[in-house]
């Protein structure tokens, strides 16, 4: 599975026991939780090949969330996750990968700080990486919002990633992002934004980049129904090697609230990447979903992205859509299934592909 639609599984995980009792009350405001998902999937191509080959996947996460700072400024929470998971066909694919993310949050109203440390053990597919490629990923990060006047706010952070592969024609990474926006009041519930983004990328295969993204936006509700964020402006990448590069840059994320129980999200970016091979691309994403909860038990939920991949001497397509239904059993169980679709096009015939996932999944949260 790629990797956004498994994060998304763990979201659903999380948010199944958002009322749940806590397994075990630790002092005022910490509360410590079991966790677990049991899955399988069918995958009609598990190594994303033009040739594909099909396998029954069964998957089985145990895990534990420690959430501290219950109805206080300082509140944050530790999520730890053991995957197991075992091919019916290609047992030589079994893994049993490990996950560990913190993250913790001070607001007391005019100050703003966020602080987050994950590392995570993949072992998959995407529009970049075919076969399930093991690797290993760190990313740590703080953030910060200061009111500087009562129409005037001043946000900072910092972002570092690794990214350490386990085999030979993928590069090892190390990125570094700085973004700095000022925050104007326009309106009681809408800002305006300056900004500059300074992000430097290392790798052991190709060149290194450093990319400058100078931006303007806004951010807040646009209407009763419409709220969200945008930037855009002038994106430079300059290569270590020689050659530098300009492109329209654009980051953007909106909800439409079209009922109470219904919404809309869309997404629009446009920017620089380097793929796992070393190539650097430019990367364009348009996407939406609609999600609605028709019952107090039952939500549904629909989406689709096309990703355009610009390379030095071609462009690919990367197509996905997905459907899927959630049943909430109590405040401890959910069940679900879902349905994923891919299709990867380009001029390169090798490189093409097409997917079709269907899971079942139960989550739970004690």
Same mark, same amino acid.
């Given at each position: ?43 009609? #191509? ?24 219950? #109805? ?23 893994? #049993? @990968? ?14 703003? @700080? ?66 700095? /926006? ?6 009681? *519930? ?9 992000? /430097? ?37 300059? @290569? ?29 970016? #446009? /920017? ?9 691309? *430019? ?15 039952w939500a549904v939920r629909a989406g689709l992205s096309l990703r355009s991949l610009g390379y030095s001497r071609r462009t690919d397509d990367f197509l996905e859509g997905d459907l899927g239904a959630t049943y909430t ?24 592909? *097409? ?12």
């Amino acid at each position: 599975m790629t990797k956004s639609f498994r994060l998304s599984l763990v979201s659903v995980a999380l948010a199944a026991g958002l009322q749940a009792a806590p397994f075990l009350a630790i002092g005022d405001g910490a509360e410590l939780f079991l966790t677990g998902k049991l899955g399988v999937r069918s995958d009609d #191509n598990v190594l994303l090949a033009s040739r594909a080959e099909s396998d029954l996947i069964f998957e089985f996460a145990p895990g534990v969330d420690l959430t501290f700072g219950k #109805n206080a400024q300082l509140q944050g929470v530790l999520s730890l996750v053991d995957t197991f998971t075992s091919y019916s066909d290609n047992s030589k694919l079994n893994t #049993n @990968l490990f996950a560990g993310n913190f993250r913790s949050v001070f607001d007391d109203g005019k100050m703003r @700080l966020g602080l987050d440390v994950g590392y995570v053990e993949q072992n998959q597919n995407s529009a970049f990486v075919r076969g399930l490629i093991r690797r290993d990923v760190f990313n740590t990060g703080a953030t910060t919002e200061v009111e500087v006047s009562q129409l005037t706010r001043i946000g900072a952070g910092i972002t570092f990633a690794h990214e350490n592969y386990k085999r030979r024609g993928f590069t090892d990474s190390d990125s570094l992002s700085v973004p700095i /926006d000022v925050f104007y009041k326009w309106t009681d *519930k809408t800002d305006l934004s300056v900004g500059y983004r300074y992000r /430097d990328y290392r790798v052991d295969i190709g060149s290194d980049s450093t990319d400058h993204f100078f931006n303007i936006g806004a951010r807040g509700e646009f209407s009763p129904k419409l709220k969200g964020r945008f930037a855009i402006g002038l994106n430079t990448r300059k @290569l270590d090697r020689g050659g530098d590069d300009t492109l329209l840059g654009v980051e953007s994320g909106f909800t439409y609230e079209v009922s109470p129980k219904t919404k809309v999200d869309f997404n629009l970016s #446009n /920017d620089f990447s380097t793929s796992p091979q070393g190539e650097q691309l *430019k990367n364009f994403v348009v996407g939406g979903a609609v999600s609605t909860a028709i019952s107090a038990e039952w939500a549904v939920r629909a989406g689709l992205s096309l990703r355009s991949l610009g390379y030095s001497r071609r462009t690919d397509d990367f197509l996905e859509g997905d459907l899927g239904a959630t049943y909430t059993v109590n405040a401890n169980v959910r069940v679900g299934g879902s349905y994923q679709y891919r299709n990867y096009s380009s001029p390169l015939a090798a490189a093409e592909f *097409k997917n079709n996932i269907f899971a079942i999944t139960a989550n739970f949260r004690y």
